[in-house]
Every structure is written in C-alpha cells, then in structure tokens.
C-alpha cells in the first residue's frame, strides 16, 4: 500500500513541479512570430489579390505562420511553393485545387470606349492603380498594376479585360549537362577574375549563395569551360544565373513598391472612415453653431 | 581526469550513439535536409542530452533509489526528458522562431529519441559516477550533433549530383548513414 502512494506521490509531486516550472518559463518567454511572418511575406508576390483567401499578402503570411497550407498563392505559382517549402522546411505541394494557376503575369486594361466612370473599380483596386473622377474616362497605370483582377467583379459594363503583360521577362533555363562535377577545381585555376566557378555551379539555385562568391564578377570569358573535363555548360549557366537573379531582384522591388501602396491604401480607407464616423451628428448642431456664434460674439 | 576524457573520446567516437548504437536515427534522417536545420537540432539535442542525463542522475540516486521505486525509472525518466524538450521548444520559440518553424515536429519528437532515454538508462546501468554521466550524456550529444552536420553537408553536395532514379530520396540517405556507419567501425577496440 505503501509503495502505491509513494508511486503516486512522486509521479504527481513531479509533474506537477515540472508543469509549474514550464508554466512560469513560457510566461517570461513570450512567443513571438513577427520574424517568420516578415520572412513569408518577404516571399510573397505582394499582388494582395486576396486569391488566396485570406485579405491581402501579409495577412496570409501570418497564416501559413499559424501553419495554412503553403499551396495557396496563384501568382506566386510553383516558384513560391518552392520557396517557402524551403524556408519552412514543408513538403513542396502542388497549387491548391481550388484555384486556377496563373501562366504568365497579367495586367488589367479598361476598355476606354466602353466605360461609363462609375468609379466603382477606383475603390476596388488594393494598390491605387485606377485614375480617374467620377462621370469621366478611368484607366489603368500599367506598372502599378498587380493583375489581382479584383477590378472586375464591381465593373457594370465589363469593360475591363486582363491581358498579358508582353514587355515582363521570363526566367530562363538551367542549361543541361551529362557529367556532374567531379570538383576538380581545374576551372579555379583558369578564372582571369579569380572566382571560384566550380563552387558558382553548385549554387546555381541559391541567388544569395551565388552573389557572395562575386557572381556579378564573373565577364563571361568561357575560360572555365575550356579547362573542365566534364565539358559542363559553366557560362552559358553563369549567363542564365545572372539573368535570373536580375529579374528576381526586379520582381522583389515591385513587390516593395505594391506593399508600400497597398498600405497606403489601407491608411486613407482608415482615414476617410473614421472621418465619416467622427463627422458632426444632426442632434449637435445646434450646440455647435451656438459655439460657433459665442465666438464670434463674446 | 584521463578517464573523463576516454568516456567522452568514446562516446563520440568509438561507441557513436547514431551510427555505432543506431539510437536517435529518426531527427539524424529528419532534420539534416539543410545544415541550419541540422545545426538547430544538433544544439537542442545537446542541451537536452546533457541536462537529461544530470537530472536523471539526481533524481535516480536521490529518489528512486531510497525509495525502492527502480520500477517507476522509465516513466520518471521519460517525464523529466519531456519537460527539458518542452523548455527547449518555449526557449527556441521565444528566441529563434525561424529555426522553431523549421525544425517543426522534430522539435517535440526530441522526447522520443531514443538516445536520450538510452543515456540516461546506460548510466544507471554502468553505475556511473555524477561527473561521468554527465559527461557520456555530452558525449553521446556531441557524437550525435558531430554526425547529424556530416550527414547534412553530404546531403548538401549530393543535390548536385545525378542520382539514379531507384536510389533517389531515402534510399541514397540511407546508403550513405550505412557507409559512414562502416568509417566509424574504424574506431571500434580505441577504447583502452
């Protein structure tokens, strides 16, 4: 009987101390996810199209922190799943069924002969990319535009229509090759710009990887690939790197600029709203007015 | 002090808990995939490990033992290590919630590796000074963080490589943990 109590009383009396010691240390260390959410949305195409479900790009971010599937960024498209498998280090899924991919960047164009300016598309849009005064023409500033397609439900005589932007870069290739790299470090030795290009092949993938070896150094002179024995395409994948890495780069300043507007646009709803609310109600206005007059006459 | 050091030398070397004992496989195959994350589950495994055996010390030799409860060792044991892995995770959170978010489940799956359950058996079973079972619990976590990066920068570079199709995923995993394996039989007998 004894030894069941003295059972008992250890394994109560110890988790209980333990559950109060975990208790008392996540009090003191609060849990804070501003980091990772920063680090997705950073991620994110910032096209704050709502695709996904959720109202704009950082409120998913804070989702798929919360653990929302990864899978659910049109515009990001395989790329981004890509991506923030990872970082998250999630298993790469296909785009949810529900949504329909997005081949090749969109933008918005409105139909000038067609609109009425109803400006019901000028409140729609999340980056302020629609110009235009009420009763008169609106149209469409091509390069603020995200291609959300969120103008297009409010429009009465459908005249917007998404077109392909035609002037966007693509990312090219990888070139192939039969032979791995053996790292025999040959083409270290030929590199006039002593870069090391074996290493550069490797990091073919990881654009911060392949910057800090001074890939942005490297003129393209195809020394390197003389002196390979596997005969691998190193330029022509040098080539293609730095193309890639200036249209990533590219994308990465749009994204910034639609962030930066989408607040904004946020800010002024906010603005205009609590002004609306805050307006002068019809029972005050007397006493107003009687303030008003005690001014002027005292 | 030269016997501290061959208990130490000898449990990250020449009796390997991953590759020699074959315990703590399961975050060695899981979390090696990039070397933050191997670095990240190396330095939790090591805190855990080392504090587990300590603790599991204490509380064999203070309360177990007379008590005549040896029988209840296991699950005692078991709730101290996941109290350690827990802190560990609220720590990891609070301070590095990327990491947190990389290491994922294998961060509570700590408790189950079977390593630091082993440590703190093995102690009990080789009548181990306090000092010694602290430093095999280090022992045991360094071998286990030592292996855990090599795997990791394997993986790393074979990414480049053209891997036949039958042989890709965890098949290749598995044929390179066994072939480091065979390099650390070179140890076995060091031990003297």
């Known amino acids: ?298 | 002090m030269p016997e501290t050091l061959t208990i130490l030398l000898s449990a990250i070397f020449v009796n390997n808990f991953v590759v020699v004992q074959f315990l703590g496989l399961c975050p060695f195959m899981g979390a090696s995939q990039k070397m933050t994350s191997a670095i990240g589950m190396a330095a939790a495994t090591t805190f855990v490990l080392t504090l587990a055996s300590a603790v599991s010390f204490i509380i064999e030799h203070t309360i177990l033992l007379p008590l005549n409860l040896e029988y209840l060792r296991i699950i005692t044991f078991i709730v101290v290590i996941a109290v350690l892995v827990q802190f560990t995770e609220v720590v990891i959170r609070a301070t590095q919630p990327i990491l947190h978010q990389v290491l994922g489940i294998f961060l509570p799956l700590i408790t189950t590796n079977c390593a630091v359950l082993g440590v703190a058996l093995i102690n009990v079973r080789q009548n181990q000074s306090f000092i010694d079972a602290i430093i095999l619990g280090l022992g045991a976590a360094l071998g286990f963080s030592l292996l855990i990066v090599i795997f990791s920068a394997i993986r790393l570079k074979q990414e480049s490589y053209r891997i036949p199709q039958p042989f890709q995923g965890a098949a290749i995993n598995m044929i390179s943990a066994g072939l480091i394996s065979l390099a650390f039989l070179g140890f076995t007998g060091m031990n003297t």
């Open chain 1, 1 to 298: 009987m004894t030894s069941i109590i003295l059972a008992v009383l250890l394994l109560g009396g110890l988790a209980l101390f333990t559950g109060l010691l975990l208790q008392i240390s996540a009090a003191h260390l609060s849990a804070d996810d501003s980091d990772v959410i920063n680090a997705i949305n950073e991620l994110l195409p910032q096209s704050q199209c709502a695709q996904c479900g959720f109202a704009g790009c950082r409120p998913y971010a804070e989702a798929v922190a919360e653990g929302e599937s990864i899978n659910r960024c049109p515009p990001g498209g395989t790329v981004l799943i890509a991506n923030l498998a990872g970082l998250l280090n999630r298993p790469e899924l296909p785009l949810a069924e529900e949504l329909t991919a997005i081949d090749q960047p969109v933008s918005a164009v409105i139909g000038e002969n067609d609109c009425i300016g109803c400006s019901l598309c000028v409140k729609a849009c999340p980056v302020d990319a629609i110009i235009g005064a009420p009763q008169l023409m609106h149209t469409i500033v091509q390069l603020d535009c995200t291609g959300c397609g969120l103008c297009l439900p409010p429009c009465p005589v459908d005249c917007i229509d998404l077109i392909p932007v035609s002037h966007s870069n693509t990312a090219k290739l990888l070139p192939d090759f039969d032979i791995p790299c053996i790292h025999c470090s040959e083409c270290m030795q030929a590199c006039p710009r002593e870069l090391a290009p074996q290493q550069l092949f490797l990091a073919a993938n990881n654009a911060t990887l392949a910057e800090q070896l001074r890939l942005s150094d490297c003129i393209e002179c195809g020394l390197c690939d003389r002196s390979c024995p596997s005969e691998l395409p190193l330029t022509r994948t040098f080539h293609v790197m730095k193309h890639n890495n200036k249209i990533l780069s590219e994308e990465r300043a749009m994204a910034l600029r639609f962030e930066k507007k989408y607040a904004r646009h946020e800010q002024r709803l906010a603005g205009s709203a609590s002004q609306v609310a805050n307006r002068p109600k019809p029972s005050e206005a007397e006493e107003l007015l009687d303030a008003l007059r005690n001014q002027l006459n005292p």
